[in-house]
T-cell receptor
């Protein structure tokens, strides 16, 4: 596609429910990153893929968070048993290759846990 | 440990005035440095990047930044602010030895007509 897309753009869920956030990177981009951005803060690294391999998941806050990219393209970030503190903007970015310095960001998914 | 500090969460300038957004970093190895801009309801867009070539980097929309190793700074400047520059600006660092990007907390720029 022309840019990184994310869906849904907005998600409201009740505490305790599971949510899945989708990222569709730019076609051909090898690397894919997930970030979380709280209000008034900069993006915080969550996890990173090269192709289908999850290279670094050190930023995932706890084991309720997981991510996958099974075919090296679309990625899903899943949050199980959501809590109110999970409310944030979740951003996805992709880049052409591992070590590439230019990341292209999607518009984000605004998650609200009530 | 790596970190990025942006001094001033809100900056206001008059239209036509100099824009100066400050960014300092701490890094144990030579970093790559970036400035991103975020317009409302949009994703972050790369303004410019420093990757160990020229220390003065020119970006889009008339912005530029200078890498000063002695001051561990990478401040963003624009000689003359335009109304369309009003946005949130983020400084980020990536180590040359890794793939993680570390972002500052952002500076909201307001341009006064």
């Amino acid at each position: 596609g022309a840019g990184v897309s994310q869906s849904p753009r907005y998600k409201v869920t009740k505490r305790g429910q599971d949510v899945a956030l989708r990222c569709d990177p730019i076609s051909g981009h090898v690397s894919l990153y997930w970030y979380r951005q709280a209000l008034g803060q900069g993006p915080e690294f969550l996890t990173y893929f090269n192709y289908e391999a999850q290279q670094d998941k050190s930023g995932l806050p706890n084991d309720r968070f997981s991510a996958e990219r099974p075919e090296g393209s679309i990625s899903t970030l899943t949050i199980q048993r959501t809590e109110q503190r999970d409310s944030a903007m979740y951003r996805c970015a992709s880049s052409f290759g591992a070590g590439s310095n230019e990341q292209y960001f999607g518009p984000g998914t605004r998650l609200t846990v009530t | 440990a790596q970190s990025v500090t942006q001094l001033g969460s809100h900056v206001s300038v008059s239209e036509g005035a100099l824009v100066l957004l400050r960014c300092n970093y701490s890094s144990s190895v030579p970093p790559y440095l970036f400035w991103y801009v975020q317009y409302p309801n949009q994703g972050l867009q790369l303004l410019l990047k420093y990757t160990s070539a020229a220390t003065l980097v020119k970006g889009i929309n008339g912005f530029e930044a200078e890498f000063k190793k002695s001051e561990t700074s990478f401040h963003l400047t624009k000689p003359s602010a335009h109304m369309s520059d009003a946005a949130e600006y983020f400084c980020a660092v990536r180590l040359s030895t890794g793939n993680q990007f570390y972002f500052g907390t952002g500076t909201s720029l307001t341009v006064i007509p």
